[in-house]
């Protein structure tokens, strides 16, 4: 089971309203209890050596604008392309506190450079990027926790 596949499934408990799901596998135990008074989830992964694959199950519902001062702000990011974590982990902007930043404000990149690494569980994932463009915005700070599809960075295509 991926990484990928526990955030689907952690999403689609937290959606379904189940207040706790145990999912026992051969080599994979996972618990997920999501807490009625808002307090976030808990989930307590066990993992064996092996892997064992799991169908994916996505789901994405759009954000809606809060107020006309969040929706004038939309319309003038929606000219940007918004470049999402693709995982739930620690965001870093760089590789090692000695070196250098992987991208700045104002930076071109292209496809297939490293815009930040994300840190999961000991994992050190580099992000690259799919878009083309100059990197306007950097909307989390460095050593941040940062959630599945939370926005990392606005670029401009042109």
């Not at 209890?33 to 996505?58: C, N, R």
């Not at 789901?59 to 702000?73: I, N, Y």
Request: proline letters at 6%.
């Amino acid at each position: 089971m991926e990484l990928k596949d526990i955030q689907n499934l952690i999403k689609f408990v937290a959606k379904s309203g189940a207040s706790e799901v145990k999912l026992e596998m051969e080599d994979i135990k996972i618990t997920i209890k999501t807490g009625s008074d808002d307090k976030g989830e808990t989930t307590y992964i066990q993992q064996m050596p092996a892997m064992a694959a799991m169908p994916q199950q996505a789901a994405a519902a759009p954000a809606a604008p809060a107020s006309d001062a969040s929706t004038a702000a939309a319309e003038e990011e929606s000219k940007f392309i918004t470049v999402k974590s693709p995982i739930i982990g620690t965001f870093y902007r760089k590789s090692a506190p000695d070196k250098p930043m992987f991208v700045e404000v104002g930076d071109n990149i292209g496809i297939g450079d490293v815009l930040c690494v994300i840190e999961a569980m000991k994992l050190f994932n580099e992000i690259e990027s799919e878009v083309s463009g100059k990197i306007v915005k950097i909307l989390v700070d460095d050593a941040s926790p940062v959630e599945f599809d939370q926005p990392l960075f606005l670029v401009d295509p042109s």
